[in-house]
């Protein structure tokens, strides 16, 4: 029942989690090396969408893609949209506000470069156990600080996700009914704050039972899952990855200083 | 019968089995206790039987009525469950408001509504804490307030998830009191508790889960006379189980085990039992 629910049911799911890491990185950093639009949308088409399609996590991914980008991409369009400074081409405008042809470039630029960003993240959401990553991380020799901060930040949807889901089971066991989406987000609206104060409460006590253990010292824990799967082709597609992303990095430089 | 599960089988969405053709029947009025160590599937057990898990294969009927074939909101008329965690289900801004959410949903009139609270704060002893928010109050209170939640909903059925956690001596015994008045109502209670002594005290019939299966089913008596590695339900030798490791011994109360190590045959939970034995074999015992 749970929303993100993580399993291995596809060859994506079981890939080494460092080389999925590494994946969702690289393609960000090459989303952010040119300022065009069209780049970070053929990474979203031609390698993103592809990897989620394989990975049988469309639908997920569309809907949690669409939750987290609307916001930020209709803040982006109605500002520089709007307000872009010192833009020429007007195309309509709405008191002293001027939606202009060079502010929707801006925007659609700077939402499909979030875009990338976003996608990629949920690329490692749906496709990774959170736990999986973590070992698989420590045992390559990362700080544990790293490594939890990483871990953190996957694990904060799925236990809000997990959380809002127990209060609605609750809710209904006390009669109430709930139907539909409406009805779902009817019962959780009034909830929202004691919902995310307690699905960051969940991390924060995890976080603290694992300093009790000592989580964090430098020595390098003992992992308790063994091995995880890995090859040759995983490793140099890793390689290759990486330097993606230094020559990304490689070309964004060289256009500003040149 | 008021619970009858059938070949219950479920396993979790992430492919971990957790129940296993798990079986029995429930009598109106009886006060049963599912045990067994962590994991063993005692949540999802009870979760099922209010319809917030339904069976991957088999049936759970509660009140001759399938589960699968009712909403958790409808089930909520006939089980009242309360859930192990109760930051789950607290969200009023006060203990009296959390404590009505349930029979306001149920239709209750007014005056039902009030009769039923008062009830159930009484009997949980937070009569005077109704004004006060859920979140001020400890972990064990909160629980209390979970479980007068339900309460105040009357249901025939009551579940609850590991009741004893958090809760010290004295609403331990507020608890104890209270399953005996439920009892004198006819409510049947069903309880999921890893605690020993409570479940000895308080139930007449003992459940033993272990790796989603019915390890032990009968009465406390039974159970407690029962050598460690029991025989399953059905008499027969559970030959996985066998084959995967060695059958739970769950602690009995220590008394009980004391009792055991002295060579006493009958079975002993209380310092009662206990000491009115120990006056039988040891005449120098003073009565008090
Ligand atoms: N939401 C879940 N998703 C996947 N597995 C679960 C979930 N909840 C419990 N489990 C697993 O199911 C088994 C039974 O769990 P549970 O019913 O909580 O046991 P108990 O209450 O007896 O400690 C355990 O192996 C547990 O890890
Ligand atoms: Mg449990």
Redesign the pocket.
């Known amino acids: 029942?749970?929303i993100l629910?993580v399993s291995d049911t596809s060859p994506i799911h079981r890939l080494n989690p460092v080389t999925k890491l590494v994946f969702a990185f690289s393609v960000t950093v090459c989303g952010f090396a040119h300022t065009s639009a069209l780049w970070p949308l053929a990474l979203l088409l031609l390698v993103l969408l592809p990897a989620i399609v394989y990975a049988g996590a469309l639908r997920r991914f569309t809907q949690l893609l669409a939750l987290f980008s609307a916001p930020v991409v209709v803040a982006l369009f109605l500002v520089q949209g709007f307000f872009y400074p010192g833009a020429e081409r007007v195309i309509a405008a709405l008191g002293p506000a001027r939606l202009s042809y060079e502010g929707l470039i801006f925007a659609a630029q700077t939402a499909l470069h979030i875009m990338v960003l976003v996608a990629s993240f949920l690329f490692l959401l749906l496709t990774t156990s959170p736990s999986r990553l973590m070992s698989a991380m420590t045992q390559r020799g990362m700080s544990p600080k790293i490594v939890y901060v990483i871990s953190a930040a996957l694990q904060i949807g799925p236990a809000f996700a997990?959380r809002a889901q127990r209060i609605l089971q609750a809710q209904q066991a006390h009669g109430l009914v709930i139907r539909g989406l409406r009805g779902r987000v009817r019962a959780l609206v009034p909830l929202a704050g004691p919902l995310i104060l307690g699905a960051f409460t969940e991390i924060g006590d995890r976080a603290a039972a694992m300093e009790t253990r000592a989580f964090g010292v430098t020595r390098r824990p003992t992992s308790l899952s063994g091995p995880l799967p890995d090859s040759t082709g995983q490793r140099v597609a890793r390689a290759v990855m990486i330097l993606c992303a230094a020559a990304a990095v490689a070309v964004n430089v060289w256009g500003v200083i040149r | 019968m008021i619970l009858s599960i059938d070949s219950l089988t479920y396993a979790?969405?992430?492919g971990?089995?957790?129940l296993n053709g798990v079986t029995f029947q429930v009598a109106a009025g009886e006060r049963v206790a599912v045990v067994?160590?962590?994991?063993?599937?005692?949540?999802?057990?009870?979760?099922h039987l209010v319809g917030i898990e339904r069976p991957t294969s088999g049936t759970v009927e509660v009140e001759g009525r399938r589960t699968d074939e009712l909403s958790i909101a409808e089930l909520a008329r006939s089980v009242g469950f309360v859930f192990?965690n109760p930051h789950d289900q607290l969200h009023a801004r006060t203990v009296a408001k959390a404590v009505e959410f349930g029979p306001r949903n149920l239709g209750f009139t007014a005056e039902q509504r009030a009769r039923a609270c008062e009830w159930a704060l009484r009997v949980t002893g937070l009569t005077h804490h109704a004004q006060d928010h859920p979140h001020h109050l400890s972990f064990g209170q909160r629980k209390r307030v979970a479980l007068a939640s339900v309460l105040a909903m009357d249901t025939p059925l009551v579940v609850l998830?590991?009741p004893t956690t958090g809760q010290d001596h004295r609403s331990l015994a507020l608890l104890g009191s209270l399953l005996g008045e439920l009892a004198e109502e006819g409510r049947t209670v069903i309880a999921?508790t890893h605690d020993m002594e409570f479940c000895v005290q308080h139930f007449e019939r003992v459940i033993v889960?272990e790796r989603?299966r019915v390890r032990w089913d009968g009465t406390v008596e039974q159970w407690l006379a029962a050598d460690a590695t029991a025989l399953p339900a059905d008499g027969s030798r559970d030959d996985a189980a066998e084959r995967s490791g060695p059958p739970t011994d769950l602690e009995r109360p220590q008394l009980t085990r004391l009792a055991r190590e002295l060579g006493w045959s009958a079975p002993v939970a209380t310092v009662d039992a206990f000491l009115s034995e120990l006056r039988e074999r040891t005449p120098s015992v003073p009565a008090n």
């Open positions: 029942m749970s629910a997990a | 979790y969405a992430n971990t089995p957790a067994g160590s962590n994991g063993a599937g005692k949540s999802t057990l009870a979760r192990q998830d590991e999921v889960l989603g």
